[in-house]
């Protein structure tokens, strides 16, 4: 069977067009609720396919980080869930190769630093002073997973770069460089949060699991039973 055709991955699907609808509406509790609901579908399907545990435990830090979120007070450890999150995507990437490619490729994270460093000069004196230095180092996390991440697949890299984007939106957002309707109360945040895992999920499982192998045709061109 596809794995893109799973059960879980389709539960996934449902419920991140749940959760945004709910975004839309302002609906709360259930906005919160739906979206603490997502990054645990692609928990189970990583699972299923046998996929990297390194990326089920990124997932994993990233349902901690959406709950600390949602919690008054919390924003600093919510924010050091996905720090650790984002040390697993990176410490997978670096296990497929992703060093000596950028060694080949030093644009990209020459770009993505410049990147981080135009984002940090843009919200730096709108951050409360004890979110400065946690935002640093999150935002150099996060270059870091794309950099390696695009040294080793596309895909992969346009989940990181949305990541990064999405994580951008919150942080000029915080610092008031952005009006609240320009993100429509974290529509566009969420659609591009969820996008990025769904990406990264997919192409780590893919580069992991074998699942490469599993899907390219056959010598006479037709495609393996397993993965119709």
């Not at 389709?10 to 609720?33: D, K, N, R, T």
């Not at 919510?78 to 040390?87: C, D, K, L, N, Q």
């Not at 037709?222 to 119709?228: A, F, G, L």
Request: proline share 4%; charged share 10%; with cysteine.
């Amino acid at each position: 069977m596809n794995p893109l055709r799973s059960p879980w991955l389709a539960a996934f699907g449902v419920a991140v067009v749940a959760h945004l609808a709910l975004v839309l509406a302002q609906a709360q509790p259930w906005e919160s609720i739906s979206k603490c609901l997502i990054a645990p579908l692609l928990i189970a399907w990583v699972i299923e396919q046998g996929g990297p545990r390194i990326i089920a435990a990124a997932l994993f830090f990233c349902l901690l980080g959406d709950l600390f979120l949602e919690l008054d007070g919390f924003f600093v450890a919510g924010m050091a869930a996905f720090a650790i999150a984002h040390v697993c995507f990176v410490t997978f990437f670096v296990r497929h190769g992703a060093l000596a490619s950028l060694g080949r490729r030093l644009w990209i994270p020459a770009a993505l630093a410049v990147a981080a460093v135009l984002l940090l000069t843009w919200v730096w004196a709108g951050l409360e002073s004890g979110l400065r230095i946690p935002v640093l180092v999150y935002a150099l996390l996060l270059s870091t997973t794309a950099a390696t991440a695009l040294a080793v697949d596309l895909r992969a890299g346009l989940g990181a770069l949305l990541f990064l984007f999405s994580d951008g939106l919150i942080a000029a957002s915080i610092a008031e460089r952005v009006p609240e309707d320009a993100v429509a109360g974290g529509f566009v945040v969420m659609l591009t949060y969820t996008a990025a895992l769904f990406l990264l999920a997919t192409s780590s499982v893919r580069l992991g699991s074998g699942w490469v192998a599993s899907t390219r045709p056959a010598d006479d061109g037709s495609v393996p039973e397993q993965v119709r």
